[in-house]
């Protein structure tokens, strides 16, 4: 009696799949709160269900864990920023719409803002050698370098700034307002995430970029 090989059950990779995103869903939680240092893979596999060796299977080692995770956490954005529909909107309004989406990404997402500055406190140190980490600059800048190329042929950009110049003001902003808003509240008695100023300063963000690019 003979039969065909039969192709792995999909149900299998599919439970792959699924294993490995509760693993880094988990991964995320645990070195933004505790740091690199600090995170546990033996805590990690508890909370999943899994073991340590499951977890090294798929990522290697804690090295591989955190990079993977560092890696979904900037594709997200960058597939966000992916989605606006720059050639339906005007320069300005192209502008405006990548800093609200920043700002809503951020603000939906604060375990990203955490791991950031752990990996700004290890110098760079992973995301350095990390191939899908090195390329994850380009898209945002060269997405920035096209509106601002129409809006400086259009003559409604000045022409003294670049695609890392809005980049870095837009990113600043929406960072500095969920990484120091336990500070600033402590210091000025003002919750930057006060839901009733929210409008307000998602706004303000488009503002002041659209005010920096148009002073020529």
């Known amino acids: 009696m003979t039969s065909d090989a039969a192709p792995a059950p999909p149900k299998r990779r599919r439970n792959s799949d699924l294993t490995k995103h509760d693993i880094l869903e988990v991964a995320t939680s645990e070195f933004a709160d505790k740091g690199y240092a600090g995170a546990r893979v033996d805590e990690i596999a508890r909370q999943t269900h899994t073991t340590k060796r499951m977890i090294y299977y798929y990522f290697a080692d804690k090295e591989g864990l955190y990079k993977a995770v560092l890696e979904r956490s900037y594709l997200t954005i960058r597939a966000l920023e992916g989605d606006v529909d720059i050639e339906g909107l005007s ?3 192209a502008i405006r719409e990548i800093a609200g989406v920043t700002f809503d990404h951020h603000e939906q997402h604060p375990d990203f ?8 406190m290890l110098r760079g140190e992973h995301i350095k ?3 899908v ?3 994850l600059g380009n898209p ?3 997405l920035l370098g096209i509106i601002l190329a129409r809006g400086q042929g259009e003559g409604v950009f000045r022409t003294d700034v670049d695609a890392l110049d809005v980049h870095m003001v837009i990113s600043s902003y929406c960072f500095f307002r969920l990484s120091n808003r336990y500070t600033f509240d402590a210091l ?8 009733s100023a929210r409008d307000h300063m998602r706004r303000m963000l488009g503002d002041l970029v659209i005010a ?5």
């Open 113 to 120: 803002i955490r791991l950031v500055a752990t990996e700004n």
């Open 212 to 216: 920096f690019l148009t002073d020529l």
């Open 91 to 93: 320069p300005i309004d």
């Open 129 to 131: 050698t990390s191939d």
């Open 188 to 195: 000025f008695g003002r919750d930057l995430t006060d839901p």
């Open 133 to 135: 980490l090195g390329r």
């Open 140 to 142: 945002a800048a060269e």
